[in-house]
């Protein structure tokens, strides 16, 4: 076999793969007959191909000793990058059959959003969209889609702040006062009076990162326009242990739209002021190289549920 009736590939002449994986056999198991078993053909045929492939490069592979193969050093290198050429290609048909069997979309996102927004939507998901799976890591890291497994990460960041080019907005982030229906009866008359907010009970969030800097009363009522609250409360290290200890009754939290619609949709959660107001925050999709047709009805499903449950949204009590 001439050098010039070989495959070009990116304009590059390549030995046929058949060739390559006879080579390969033989040169990981160091014997003709061996290789030939592995791959179903005869011992004769093997050593043919190996041949073939010698004459076509124009140097020895292998050292022909007495019962024993040993391969050249040329031999040895060309192994060596035949072998992860092909474990790779095997790896990626396998991940692709999987894939397109499973039609499995792995997403990263913060906690917040799984606990809050994902995970109690998951049943919905699943009815509308019954072929996908879906691997949900729910972390507050920043991971790298071009060296991670995720197909998509849903992140709270600015605009500006995105760093992949290819991402999708899903929503903007509006921030209001929420409690439940039992301590909005507790309150009285102090429902829709902002400037009653010293004489009850204040949830606070915890963050020494400044990841969620709009869910901080003291932010939020210098935003608003009013003076800081001074009452007692407690504090929580987690968004949604905040949001969890409004909905028994606790206290007063910053809930942040769309985290907690579902739970303004449920009757869960009331708005007791009318006052709103809109971080530059946004909850964003970002795609690395595993984006595909699965992924994006993920997200499609994703944008459109957000869309449909804020124009449902509950307004805030007006006093």
Known sequence: MALKYWPIFMGRRLPPLDLLVSFEAAARQLSFSKAGEEIHVTQSAISRQVKKLEESLGFALFERLHRELKL???????????????????????NLKQEKSLCRVKVSTNNPFSALWLVPKLADFRSAHPEIELDI???????????????????????????????????????FPVCSPAFLKKMGTDAGNIESLRFHTLLHLNDPKNAWPWLQWAN???????????????????VDQMIQAATIGQGIALGSSP???????????VAPFATSISSPRSFIACFGPRKDESTMAFINWVQATINASRSRRQKPVRG
Request: net charge negative.
């Open 72 to 94: 050249t050093e040329q031999g040895q290198i060309l192994y060596e990058t035949v072998q992860d050429s092909l474990e790779s290609l095997a790896r990626t048909v396998a």
């Open 137 to 175: 890591d729910s972390n507050n890291r920043l991971v790298d889609l071009k060296q991670d497994i995720f197909n998509v990460a849903i992140r709270y960041t600015t605009l500006e702040s995105v760093k992949e080019k290819d991402y999708l907005y899903l929503s903007g982030e509006d921030i």
């Open 220 to 238: 939020w009522l210098e935003s608003a326009g009013y003076a800081p609250a001074v009452g007692k409360g407690y504090r929580f290290s987690h």
């Open 259 to 269: 985290l907690v619609d579902a739970l303004l949709e449920q009757g869960l959660l």
